[in-house]
């Protein structure tokens, strides 16, 4: 079947653009990993700049970075021969980007950069440019065309610039040690903020239900109805779990015992029940509430009974 032209539009575009990621690889030697050994050691910050679309990927690496522990501002090229040049500071690093390295705005920021005496990464698409020259540390990102029919628009290249950046950024992450803690300390809000720092301590009811072994078939009933978690944990003298009780097993005896009178807790409790320590993510209570198949986890510190947290609870917080 012939595709339309739209179709085959689209193709081509998509096929270049891959193409001018695919090429990165052939780009990356030690100027890539000193970039990575000089941004990793630097007690200041990476100060990205840029001119026209070149400026808009550099403050999108500039979000990466700072939410991956790299801490970056953004400085466009116009701007910073205007007065913006006074952000950088003695220990920051200055990462320029740019396509052609030849742009007026770079010829003007490139010596001013150097004379600061700061280090200068060039990330640009002609490594006979001006900024190629004047970098201490050069991030070739050269593409073959533009996807732009005329050749003209940046897109392939602005692409090869931007993948460039994520590698830079997941590369010093890993380098500095950047850790799942380490990312919900800057990333609080929303779900993805509540998976990373939210415990099971934080979701647990004050109301806590609880029978001892000893407790009558009603007692355990009315605990389970009036605490409305779907279960009650059975505990010791010492408040340590013994075992759980849930409505599951409520129904199970009423179709194996004709009578419940005289039956206690002890009866008809599960024991070994699932728990999960007051401490733990919130993340991994769902987790191994998906791996059970159960809705609700009984919650403790060491052997002592704090809580039971439930299914419901992990929803209404948005965890799921």
């Known amino acids: 079947m012939n595709k339309s032209p739209v179709i085959e539009s689209a193709l081509r575009t998509i096929s270049l653009q891959a193409a001018s990621v695919a090429g990165l690889a052939a780009y990356l030697d030690h100027n890539f990993e000193k970039a990575i050994e000089t941004i990793s050691a630097s007690t200041g910050r990476l100060v990205i700049s840029g001119i026209g679309k070149s400026a808009i990927v550099a403050q999108k690496i500039v979000a990466t970075m700072n939410s991956t522990g790299t801490p ?68 070739n990102t050269t593409v073959e065309q533009e996807a732009c029919p005329n050749n003209l628009a940046p897109t392939t290249s602005t692409t090869a610039q931007v993948v460039m950046g994520d590698a830079l950024a997941i590369c010093l992450m890993e380098t500095k040690g950047f850790k799942s803690d380490d990312f919900a300390k800057i990333h609080p809000g929303g779900s993805l903020g509540k998976k990373l720092y939210m415990r099971v301590s934080d979701l647990i009811a004050r109301d806590m239900p609880v029978v001892k072994e000893g407790a009558g078939i009603k007692t355990v009933i009315v605990e389970i109805t009036q605490k409305r978690l779907g279960a009650t944990a059975v505990v010791n003298d010492n408040n340590e779990v013994c075992a759980i009780i849930t409505d599951g097993d409520i129904r199970r005896m009423l179709e194996k015992y004709e009578t419940f009178t005289g039956l206690t807790a002890k009866d008809i409790m599960t024991l070994n029940p699932k728990i999960i320590e007051s401490d733990a993510l919130a993340a991994e209570a769902l987790e191994k509430m998906r791996l059970n198949n159960i809705s609700q986890l009984i919650v403790v510190e060491g052997k002592v009974y704090k809580g039971i947290i439930h299914l419901h609870d992990l929803v209404k917080e948005g965890i799921i």
């Open 72 to 139: 970056s501002l953004f400085m466009h090229a116009a701007d910073a021969i205007h007065g913006d040049l006074g952000m950088i500071q003695k220990d920051d690093i200055v990462m320029v980007i740019s396509k052609s390295g030849d742009s007026p705005e770079i010829k003007v920021l490139s010596p001013l950069v150097k004379n600061f005496g700061n280090i200068l990464i060039g990330m640009v698409g002609n490594m006979q440019s001006y900024l190629a020259r004047q970098s201490d540390i050069v991030l």
